[in-house]
């Protein structure tokens, strides 16, 4: 069986100041990572992913996530937010259909 | 065209009415995925096709019943509902290929019931 824990449920962060949302994960198979945004009232938005490969990933909208398989974590990163970041971001674990999603980390971004 | 469509974007229904709700993907994605989601919580899968079949259904109660009538669409009829059934549902679609693929959401299906 596989987990998330998202560490932060809520994370407020001054304008053009950076981020970290952090998420661990715990699975007995290879897994494969991905990092979810939704903003107030839409659907769920793919942020960026790890499948194999390098471990630090580039996703849309400037975020970055690194894949630590020693300690089990995938922290999502930005260098300097924006009001519009402000969502619900959700880490999330597949290794086969099921997607097992963390509890999610609320962003909210203050001028 | 890159996106799941979901219609209607809002319903309220009584827990008599019968009604539905429609998913659609022109991506050649060969899985499609129904969840629901509660607010301020994450998604929860409720059931999986794959190339037109139903492979996963997690313990969904009957008044919940999913159709794949081709490789685009996803149906989610919906009969007798409850109150606590009020939720958003998402639709999902992944490319064909291996179990891993990625999902892509539509916007949702805010319901309400009465």
């Known amino acids: 069986a596989q987990s998330v824990t998202q560490l932060d449920s809520q994370v407020p962060v001054f304008e053009e100041a950076p981020v970290e949302l952090r998420c661990n994960y715990s699975?007995?198979?290879?897994?494969?990572l991905f990092w979810y945004v939704q903003y107030p009232n839409q659907g769920l938005q793919l942020l960026l992913k790890?499948?194999?490969?390098?471990?630090l990933v580039k996703g849309i909208n400037g975020f970055e996530a690194e894949f630590n398989k020693s300690q089990t974590s995938f922290h999502l990163r930005k260098p300097s937010v924006h009001i519009s970041d402000t969502a619900e971001y959700f880490c999330?674990?597949?290794?086969?259909?099921?997607?097992?999603f963390g509890a999610g980390t609320t962003v909210t971004v203050r001028a | 065209d890159t996106e799941v469509t979901q219609t209607p974007k809002h319903l309220v229904m009584g827990m008599t009415n019968k009604k539905s709700l429609k998913c659609e993907q022109h991506?050649?994605?060969?899985?499609m995925y129904w969840y629901k989601q509660k607010a301020k919580k994450p998604p929860e899968l409720m059931f999986v096709?794959?190339?037109?079949?139903?492979?996963i259904n997690e313990s969904v109660p009957s008044r919940f019943s999913p159709e794949c009538p081709n490789s685009s669409l996803l149906n989610l009829h919906l009969h007798a509902l409850q109150p606590e059934d009020s939720a958003l549902y998402l639709c999902?679609?992944?490319?064909?290929?291996?179990?891993?693929?990625?999902?892509?959401f539509g916007p949702g299906t805010r319901l309400l019931v009465l």
């Open positions: 096709y794959s190339y037109e079949k139903l492979s």
């Open positions: 699975s007995s198979v290879s897994v494969y």
């Open positions: 991506m050649g994605h060969r899985a």
């Open positions: 999330a674990v597949s290794p086969d259909y099921k997607l097992s």
């Open positions: 790890y499948l194999s490969g390098s471990t």
């Open positions: 999902a679609s992944s490319p064909p290929g291996t179990s891993q693929e990625t999902q892509y």
